[in-house]
């Protein structure tokens, strides 16, 4: 019962986070070096549902180096005992103003822009995927 308690809070944590947060913010200017590190998917909201448990196939992990080069690590595997790096991802990146992010994959010609709001003095950062998904990445 108190894990189900703690996971709507969570939820609900989430929700009036992205709900508060507008483009006219007086949002302090974020650094280049607060996106430096490597983060690795802490837990996400799929169609409302919590996940904490992260099965081996959704795990990813970024990592972000002050040269402007980052790498996307995803995995794969029966379960987290058998979790081996599936496919390496390299590209660069650079902030575009206060909270988008532009990630460039090797080879590519167009970059995607993703839309960051950090949180807990910048160790934890959100990815709004679509209206269903929401991902939260934690510091390493």
Do not use: H
Not at 17 to 34: A, H, R, Y
């Amino acid at each position: 019962m108190k894990n189900r308690i703690a996971n709507y809070l969570t939820i609900l944590f989430v929700a009036l986070s992205l709900l508060s947060c507008t483009q006219d913010d007086d949002t302090p200017p974020i650094e280049q070096t607060s996106i430096v590190g490597t983060w690795f998917l802490d837990f996400y909201i799929e169609n409302s549902i919590l996940t904490e448990e992260i099965e081996c196939s959704r795990q990813l992990e970024f990592t972000f180096l002050a040269n402007n080069t980052y790498t996307l690590t995803s995995f794969a595997g029966d379960n987290l005992n058998n979790c081996q790096t599936s496919i390496i991802i390299n590209g660069t990146w650079e902030f575009i103003d206060n909270t988008t992010l532009s990630l460039l994959v090797n080879g590519d010609e167009d970059a995607e822009e993703i839309e960051l709001t950090f949180q807990d003095n910048f160790s934890k950062f959100t990815i709004v995927r679509s209206a269903n998904l929401t991902e939260v990445y934690s510091r390493q």
